[in-house]
């Protein structure tokens, strides 16, 4: 195998592909990515058998083959590359790369190891606006379980309605996020890891194309026209939302979200170190008191707001309000409670395509 290309493509191929290699396996061939050249160009590929990226690259093919390289090595060399030509060339159990006058040996493995990944998935599909779907993502993936304790909480619900709905949770706070289709041909519902969204949702420029995601056999793929991630879907039985979120609150109040964030941002400064991270918020007539407190002082802020119904003081986790407050839209948002120990809701003060959940705490100083 041999072949030229752009230092700085390369470099941007690498660092795409090498997302998919594991940071911990006993199978040294799934740390590695497969570069494979043909006269239609080169192709990276690297999965840790859930999530698989492939990435094509325009280069000058010398000689055909196939072989592959450690991703998390290769990543980091590739990322200081000048950009200027690079050539890689390989044979046997090893691939020189030179640019300029320097010269880089890497060690090989057969891309016979490889585990062969199936991109012939296309049975069911949904169609929507590229910048429709990094929206729904961007909205509800960080609020996706982390730990291994519930599995199927590590993905997002994705159910085919009118609209797209998307919904993540884990366990303390619940997201909701809506978006048009364009058309579908789909499951009623798949369960996505949120590894590969944050995957697709970079892959995918912000602009007014469309998308076409696939899914066929527990197995989901999505595509541009230069790069393809394929993914496992989750399988199981997901908490259903109608289960958590009420239909009347006895309390909503609206204010300036800007200016929310910047007061939970100057209290909960001194609560970073708390496990709970806790703030509390007094609801009065016109304003929205927020107040934290540790061994070394304590924050009081004040915002303006407009309250309908009964007053109370809350305490939650100062970063799943922040989270929530920065994922919204508009200029105003609004809270709604049914009291003090009960989940509450916040949404845009206008466009309500969008919903967080959130577990009070019971502060018990």
């Known amino acids: 195998m041999k072949f030229i290309c752009k230092g700085n493509v390369l470099a941007d191929a690498v660092l795409k ?3 998919a290699c594991p940071a911990r396996t006993t199978a040294p061939i799934l740390e590695c990515i497969r570069i494979r050249a043909d006269m239609n160009g080169v192709e990276l590929l690297a999965t840790d058998g859930e999530l698989s990226i492939r990435k094509k690259v325009k280069a000058e093919i010398f000689e055909e083959g196939e072989i592959c390289v450690p991703g998390k090595l290769f990543s980091d060399f590739a990322s200081k ?4 030509d690079v050539t890689l060339a390989a044979s046997g159990t ?3 790369i030179l640019y300029g006058d320097s010269v880089f040996d890497l060690q090989t493995l057969p891309a016979e190891e490889f585990p062969k ?3 012939e998935i296309g049975e069911n599909y949904f169609v929507m606006k590229r910048s429709a779907l990094k929206k729904v993502i961007g909205e509800t993936v960080f609020c996706c379980a982390t730990d ?6 590590k993905g997002c619900l994705f159910e085919f309605k009118e609209k797209l709905e998307v919904t993540a949770l884990d366990g303390y706070r619940l997201a909701l996020s809506s978006a048009d289709l364009i058309s579908a041909k789909a499951e009623k519902s798949i369960i996505c890891p949120a590894g590969t969204l ?10 007014g194309e469309e998308i076409t995601v696939y899914t066929q ?3 989901l793929l999505a595509g541009t026209e230069d790069m393809t991630i394929v993914s496992r879907l989750y399988q199981g039985e997901f908490i259903r939302k109608e289960n958590i979120l009420s239909s009347e609150y006895k309390t909503m109040v609206t204010f300036r979200r800007a200016e929310m964030i910047s007061s939970v941002e100057r209290a909960s400064i001194l609560v970073k170190s708390d496990r709970n991270n806790l703030i509390t918020l007094e609801i009065g007539k016109n304003l929205i008191k927020i107040g934290a407190s540790s061994d070394i002082g304590r924050a009081d802020e004040a915002v303006a707001a407009q309250t309908e119904g009964k007053e109370l003081v809350i305490s939650m986790n100062a970063k799943f309000l922040l989270d929530a407050l920065r994922a919204l839209g508009e200029e105003e948002a609004v809270l709604s409670f049914n009291g003090p120990i009960s989940p509450f809701i916040l949404q845009n003060a206008q466009k309500k395509d969008s919903l967080y959940l959130i577990l009070p705490v019971r502060n018990m100083q």
């Open 117 to 119: 990944i199936d991109f």
């Open 148 to 153: 291994d304790s519930r599995p199927i909480l």
């Open 198 to 207: 944050g995957e697709i949702s970079r892959m995918l420029p912000d602009d």
């Open 217 to 219: 056999g527990g197995m």
């Open 17 to 19: 592909t090498s997302k």
């Open 81 to 84: 590359l000048p950009d200027v």
């Open 94 to 96: 090893g691939m020189k």
